[in-house]
T-cell receptor, first 115, second 112 residues
């Protein structure tokens, strides 16, 4: 069964460094998302992306964050200058068409630790 | 702003027993999802509920939606240890968005 994949599974970085989290959505899906989950807390929406542009973003998704689909398969989240509070599990998700009946399929996540 | 609350936050139950997890949300929405998360793992989709009165069942889990009451329930029948996980409900922010607002999660532990 097709699934969303993410790399790396765990990323450790120093505060102020840039990180890029990578995702490969399910191949025929057109809508892509990033969510994050701080340890022990609920899942929070960051951004949605369709047709090579951001559809919607949350207040968390400030100028330090950016997303890109650099080729036909990858979808990346970049954090330009990481802060301690960016430490979290980051989940990528995708849906086939964005229709209301669609389920968002989540990847396994990347655990980001900022020291 | 849409708020989604679940209760209980933690549930410890004996195998074979029944219980219900509740998900309340604060504003009108047309879509509600239930996800399961095992420790350190990703979110697995369980149910998508799209209309008032919708009921879906899979194995020992049954989910329902009452849009008038802004309430969804996840009912567990004759619990088994394999159901131990954290269960999240998530609600679409509005009719024309696919931004999901997640509940706080209910951590379920099933013991013999």
């Amino acid at each position: 069964e097709p699934e969303v994949t993410q790399t790396p599974s765990h990323q450790v970085t120093q505060m102020g460094q840039e990180v890029i989290l990578r995702c490969v959505p399910i191949s025929n899906h057109l809508y892509f998302y990033w969510y994050r989950q701080i340890l022990g807390q609920k899942v929070e929406f960051l951004v949605s992306f369709y047709n090579n542009e951001i559809s919607e973003k949350s207040e968390i998704f400030d100028d330090q964050f950016s997303v890109e689909r650099p080729d036909g398969s990858n979808f990346t989240l970049k954090i330009r200058s990481t802060k301690l509070e960016d430490s979290a599990m980051y989940f990528c998700a995708s849906t086939p068409s964005g229709a209301t009946t669609d389920t968002q399929y989540f990847g396994p996540g990347t655990r980001l630790t900022v020291l | 702003e849409l708020k989604v609350e679940q209760n209980p936050l933690f549930l410890s139950m004996q195998e074979g027993k029944n219980y219900t997890i509740y998900c309340n949300y604060s504003t009108t929405s047309d879509r509600l999802y239930w996800y399961r998360q095992d420790p350190g793992k990703s979110l697995e989709s369980l149910f998508v509920l799209l209309s008032n009165g919708a009921v879906k069942q899979e194995g020992r889990l049954m989910a329902s939606l009452d849009t008038k009451a802004r309430l969804s329930t996840l009912h567990i029948t004759a619990a088994v240890h394999d159901l131990s996980a954290t269960y999240f409900c998530a609600v679409a922010q509005s009719y024309n968005t696919d931004k999901l607002i997640f509940g706080t999660g209910t951590r379920l532990q099933v013991f013999p």
